[in-house]
């Protein structure tokens, strides 16, 4: 029988991947696969593949069940060229429940004019029977000029998620820092110095198209990214740095450094567009719902598109009256025994925004009455009580520290919703911030809390505060705990 590990050491071996995305070719006049491969979005039935050519060609991936009944089949994809970054991603459609698909992609020139060689992957189909799993979730990569460092080994949590075995990664946001240029150096506080490989696109911060694509192929140029990216899929969505820090549709951004372009929908246009080509996600919305079998769904939320501007007063929206309701319809629909709320912004987190932070980027605003953006919280929250939802968990990053908070009415202003948890992990590759103020208007209680010492920030990835989350499902129970990238468990939590 062939195993998942199998299949990709012998089918990385006979493709030569390594040689593919890291070296040249000795046949120069062939199509080259640059970055790897990836997997995103897996859900029952059905699942995205991603990769890129250095010149235009058609996307051909070829899949097998590693064992079994040995289904297969082959899908055809476009061919891609400059106006998509030579990047695609195809649907593998009608897969197998509870199987290894193991994945080939290679890009043919028309008329068979030129091959390139094949690069392979895997992920597992969700089972459809309630047998166990496991999946992870952090956020924040190549955040505060802390880029890829070599002579540290790289970018070492991702190694440290692969070794945690997950059926998939959700990515929490801030996949990348568009408004942070990775320069070769960074004198840090104490006089350390933290070296990064740097180009010129992204040693400035990100204002035209190929800027915003050039960050993501910096991280996938990471050899521990890639090799997380060819056997764990990734369940993607955003929040302000892949544009720029604490971002609102309409913004003039108030930064000298951008001298192209300053509208803020205009450059996260670029972002989302870039994200699409580089990342395997579908081409509609980031709110979306992934079902993986009858144990999960996976309702994730886009907190930057529809949000109202940060100032005070300005307004209330941070994901508008049609996400609020479609939030609650889904969930309502749901029949999954877990139910997890993927949210780019912590609740009950006060996160400030401008001068003196006067303004306020979050939901909670510091006061424990209920104000603002708080009443779409309210909303969802009463709204999924007044359906009967149960097994609903809250997950999410952005704020640069580890923490568990326990949500109770009778601790709260607002008190129409059931007792819930909401869990942060991240960052995976950034500076180390925080703790955050919590918001009262909730009721949150912090369970549990890893940040850096008080009076020190934007500690460097080699000071050990680096995270990230794994939640082990089954019908019974729910085991979540966050993690150091040095594999050590920093806290666990079982919910019944």
């Not at 990385?12 to 995305?21: D, H, I, K, P, R």
């Not at 001298?259 to 205009?266: C, G, I, L, M």
Request: charged content about 20%; glycine content about 10%.
């Amino acid at each position: 029988m062939i195993t998942r590990r199998g299949f990709v050491g012998g089918a990385l071996s006979a493709a030569g991947l390594y040689a593919c995305t890291r070296a040249p070719l000795i046949q120069a006049s062939r199509p080259r696969v640059t970055h790897g491969v990836q997997a995103g979005d897996v859900q029952t039935g059905r699942a995205l593949v991603w990769a890129r050519c250095d010149e235009p060609a058609r996307m051909l991936v070829d899949w097998e069940t590693a064992a079994g009944s040995r289904q297969r089949g082959t899908v055809r994809g476009p061919v891609v060229g400059p106006d998509a970054g030579f990047a695609a991603t195809v649907a593998l459609p009608a897969l197998p429940a509870g199987q290894t698909i193991a994945y080939r992609v290679r890009f043919e020139r028309e008329a068979a004019r030129g091959t390139s060689d094949v690069v392979a992957g895997t992920f597992v189909t969700p089972a459809a029977s309630d047998a166990p799993f496991r999946f992870a979730w952090t956020g924040d990569t190549c955040g505060q000029g802390y880029g890829r460092n070599p002579a540290w080994g790289g970018m070492r949590g991702y190694a440290a998620l692969l070794a945690a075995r997950p059926a998939f990664l959700l990515h929490s946001g801030d996949m990348i820092y568009g408004d942070g240029p990775i320069l070769p150096t960074k004198t840090l506080p104490d006089g350390r110095v933290w070296t990064n490989v740097s180009n010129e696109r992204v040693a400035r911060v990100a204002q035209e198209i190929d800027d915003f694509r050039a960050r993501f192929a910096y991280n996938l140029e990471d050899e521990h990214v890639q090799a997380l990216a060819r056997e764990v899929p990734i369940l993607a969505q955003w929040d302000d740095h892949e544009t720029h820090d604490n971002w609102w549709p309409g913004e003039q951004l108030d930064d000298p450094r951008y001298t192209r372009e300053r509208d803020a929908s205009t450059l996260a246009g670029y972002a989302r567009r870039a994200m699409l080509e580089w990342t395997p996600m579908p081409p509609g919305p980031v709110q979306r719902v992934v079902r993986y079998g009858p144990l999960l769904d996976v309702v994730v939320l886009d907190c930057r598109s529809f949000r109202s501007p940060n100032d005070r007063g300005a307004g209330t929206a941070m994901l508008g009256a049609a996400q609020v309701r479609e939030t609650i319809a889904a969930l309502a629909r749901s029949t999954a025994r877990w139910k997890i709320i993927a949210c780019d912004q912590p609740i009950g987190v006060r996160i400030g925004d401008g001068p003196d932070d006067a303004r306020i980027e979050g939901f909670a605003d510091g006061t424990p009455a209920l104000t603002g953006r708080e009443h779409e919280l309210a909303a969802i929250l009463a709204g999924i009580k007044a359906a009967g939802v149960t097994g609903v968990v809250w997950l999410t990053a952005d704020v640069h520290y580890a923490a568990a908070h326990h949500y109770e009415p009778r601790r709260a202003t607002v008190t129409d919703f059931d007792p819930f948890w909401e869990f942060i992990a991240g960052p995976i590759h950034a500076g180390t911030f925080g703790p955050n103020p919590l918001d009262a208007t909730f009721g949150p209680e912090i369970a549990f809390q890893w940040a850096p010492p008080p009076g020190q920030a934007n500690l460097a990835p080699w000071d050990g505060l680096q995270s990230f989350g794994t939640l082990d499902v089954s019908r019974e129970a729910l085991v979540v705990q966050l993690w150091g990238i040095d594999g050590k468990a920093r806290y666990r939590v079982e919910l019944t």
